[in-house]
């Protein structure tokens, strides 16, 4: 069986939205939301066949949440998931079938796409849909798989992962308490890579939607900010600590992280001085004006939105008014 982890706060009517996705789909998984909103959720209608359980705990941040909810699973594989997120339980299930037979990877992902409703609503049109870049990480050098993961970040975070790698990759980002944008998602994917090889499938398993707005659970920060941090020596020391239980490359790692920070920091330095400012200025209008010009005229835009929509017809029912 396969445990969907689902963090959320104050979106009660994306709940409502994803619980209603899941029911009747015949598969063998268990839902685990975690809220963490000051109003209690309820359900009205509690006949739906999925195995669903529903904790309410309002002082928890999203990882808190994610890491709470990671320990209620009672499966062997889980997958995080935003409560605006719908993942395709049988591409899931395929993925925690390949997990089984083959031990020396942690992960599996598929093809995803991403869409946006009009007025970045819970429900409406769909006015747009892109891919979702995602790559594998197949390497069987632990290095090699962490030089690619931090020289090429990618979010490993929605694959299907084994419980206790996903247990262990939340157990190192808590280490980064201090800084929320690293500990949130990226030290999480690392742990995913660190632990085992990431294969991607040809199959779609995942639809995400976006917001034009950005306005998500958690904001991610440049991760550069961490070096501000008194603690940072510290922080430093304990997670080398943290991974040398598992990996005698531990000081590589060490290195390879700090080169990642290094390079992060340096620009965001930047991000002070006037001709940087400049350059972005100038970088963000051309991409807003090739932006433009994808939406309405790129054919690939149009056929991504048609098979979105043509792949999975209940999600096309559920979120159209």
Known sequence: MISIIIPSKNRHNFL???????????EKFELIIVDSSKKKFHIKNKKSKIKLKIYHKPKLDPFD??????KKSTSEFVIYSGDDDFIMIKAAVKAANFLK???KFSA????????FIKNNSCYGEVVRCEEYVQNENKSNSQINRIETFFNKYNVNLFSVCRKNIFLKSLDIARIFKTNYSLKA???ICFGIIFFGKLKKMNDYYLFRQN???????QSLPSPGLIVKNNNFKNIIKKFELKISKYSSNHKKIKKILLNYLEKDLKIY???F???FKFVKFVYLILRKIKFIYKSKYSYNKIILKKEFLNKNKKLKELIYI
């Not at 409502?16 to 015949?26: A, E, F, L, W």
């Not at 949440?65 to 990671?70: E, Q, S």
């Not at 599996?108 to 869409?115: A, E, I, P, W």
């Open 65 to 70: 949440a994610m890491y709470y909810g990671a």
């Open 16 to 26: 409502k939205r994803i619980i209603k996705y899941y029911s009747g789909i015949d």
């Open 269 to 271: 330095t930047k991000q």
């Open 108 to 115: 599996v992902l598929g093809k995803s796409l991403v869409f």
């Open 101 to 103: 037979k083959n031990k």
């Open 273 to 275: 001085s006037f001709y």
């Open 211 to 217: 917001f034009t707005t950005h306005k998500r659970i």
């Open 185 to 187: 998602e990226i030290v």
